[in-house]
């Protein structure tokens, strides 16, 4: 009896502690298990550990990541960090077949990569800068139209304003400032259309039940993607910091 008292003591100190420690299991257990060995205590940390004996600090390669090989090309960004990308593919497979030049199929292809491995809010931006030094300026200036169009309707290419947005933001819903003046600006932008183009692909491109590969694309990205010989992230380009981001996303420096 008193053997079980104690152990059922022990079990609640064991759960309060593990409440305490909350943020840090959910974290490991989601990422199913660390090897303590790969993310271990910082080295000569002694005064911090004692505050904070599950400080933890990440300087080389994510274990909770698939390894990338040392020369990361765009497919292997697609394959090993970007989450679920069938609807890009699907927005590539949409725009192949709405006749559109090669150069606006990568546009639809990478048009959402911010959202997929690097940050959501104003992902359009980001998205372009990511790609800016790689591919044509047109390319990179419709995936930065996309995140503004897509909130204004243009009647002239059946365009409506997404009935989504009203699901998901209420049909008071306005841009913000800066969305609407870059819209005036983009509005009467010689490549207007090819950002439209992206919107158009867009939305129609969730189809549950159309399965597209990547190896369909691999010809559009090799003729229309410069990729860097010495691998995305290591090119010194003004963006090769965004691309070693989503290699090592939890860095700690
Ligand atoms: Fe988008
Ligand atoms: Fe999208």
């Known amino acids: 009896m008193t053997d079980t008292m104690s152990l059922s003591r022990r079990a609640d100190a064991l759960e309060e502690k593990m409440a305490q420690e909350l943020e840090y299991l959910v974290v490991k257990s989601r990422l199913h298990m660390l090897a303590e060995a790969d993310m271990g205590p910082p080295p000569n940390a002694g005064a911090l550990m004692k ?5 933890r600090v990440l300087m ?3 274990p909770r990541l698939p390894a ?9 960004f697609f394959k090993y960090r970007f989450g679920n990308s069938m609807h890009l593919l699907q927005s590539a ?10 150069k606006m199929v990568l546009a639809c292809l990478l048009h959402d990569i911010a ?19 790689y591919v044509e300026e047109e390319v990179t200036w419709a995936i930065r139209a996309h995140q503004v169009l897509r909130f204004y309707p243009d009647e002239a290419v059946g365009y409506e304003y997404p009935q989504a947005y009203v699901a998901l933001f209420g049909a ?10 870059d819209y005036k600006r983009m509005r009467h932008h010689k490549w207007y259309m090819s950002g439209r183009q992206i919107t158009m692909n867009d939305i129609y491109s969730f189809d549950p039940d159309l399965h597209v590969e990547l190896d ?10 410069r990729q860097p010989s010495q691998g995305l992230g290591f090119d010194n380009s003004p963006v090769a ?3 070693r981001a989503m290699i090592r996303p939890a860095k700690y420096l």
């Open 51 to 55: 505050r904070n004996p599950n400080l």
């Open 68 to 76: 990338m090989p040392e020369k990361p090309t765009l497919i292997d």
């Open 115 to 133: 959202v997929l491995g690097f940050i959501r809010g104003d992902h359009g931006y980001w998205g372009a800068q990511l790609v800016e030094p």
């Open 241 to 243: 910091h965004m691309w």
């Open 172 to 181: 008071d819903y306005r841009p913000d400032p800066y969305v609407d003046e």
């Open 216 to 225: 369909e694309f691999t010809d559009v990205i090799g003729r229309n993607f």
């Open 60 to 62: 080389g390669d994510d």
């Open 93 to 102: 497979h949409h725009a192949r077949k709405a006749g559109l030049p090669e």
